[in-house]
């Protein structure tokens, strides 16, 4: 079954504390995003890869790291998190310039 | 700056019609899409518009109208299982995606 998957689905943690947020998907898509999910504001990008080791900023890259050592995978990074990162996040794939978009379950992260 | 707006919230009764519009101002424009996001799961695919004009999956339809940087979702036959939030996407410069906040559509009986 093609689909992208995260990992952990729900995730609670305090202020300072490293966390990896992972996504993998099976569809061998090259482009591959981050985003976030907050009340009113939509889906706001994270970062997206448009391939293996490739990597760019979206609209909200401040207080993230990602990476694209494989394919299939590509892990949300937070190095110090802080409650402002309190969020629902979205993993998701897309095959190249198509305008289909999959995504991932969803991680509800709180940090306090 | 870059952006596509459309209403927050649109509220409709069972079996009729709705359309949720969007309009959008972006850099580049490769396309409008629209996803479907039922409260806590992840956006599905709905539709997508490249070119002007209408495009028909069953009860739902898309419009596109390149020179008044435009376009609707179109739902006919409003079940109650339609209850979601819904989200226009623009294909920009670079192969970002581009979104609107999202409309909530609340369906009454």
């Known amino acids: 079954e093609a689909q992208v998957t995260q990992n952990p689905r729900y995730l609670i943690t305090v202020t300072g504390k490293k966390l990896t947020v992972t996504c993998s998907q099976n569809m061998n898509h090259e482009y591959m995003s981050w985003y976030r999910q907050d009340p009113g504001l939509g889906l706001r990008q994270i970062y997206y890869s448009m391939n293996v080791e490739v990597t760019d900023k979206g609209d909200v890259p401040e207080g993230y790291k990602v990476s694209r050592k494989e394919k299939r995978n590509f892990p949300l990074i937070l190095e110090s998190p802080s409650p402002n990162q309190t969020s629902l996040y979205f993993c998701?794939?897309?095959?190249?310039?198509?305008?289909?978009?999959?995504f991932g379950p969803g991680t509800r992260l709180t940090v306090t | 700056g870059q952006s596509l707006e459309q209403p927050s919230e649109v509220t409709a009764v069972e079996g009729a019609i709705v359309q949720i519009n969007c309009t959008y101002q972006t850099s580049g424009f490769y396309g409008l899409s629209w996803y479907q996001q039922h409260d806590g799961g992840a956006p599905t695919f709905l539709s997508y518009n490249g070119l002007d004009g209408l495009e028909e999956t069953g009860r739902f339809s898309s419009f596109l109208s390149r020179s008044d940087s435009y376009g609707y979702l179109l739902l006919q036959e409003l079940q109650m299982k339609d209850s979601a939030s819904y989200f226009c996407?623009?294909?920009?410069?670079?192969?970002?995606?581009?979104w609107g906040a999202g409309t909530k559509l609340i369906i009454k009986p």
């Open positions: 998701a794939s897309r095959d190249g310039p198509a305008y289909e978009q999959y």
């Open positions: 996407a623009v294909r920009g410069s670079n192969y970002q995606l581009i």
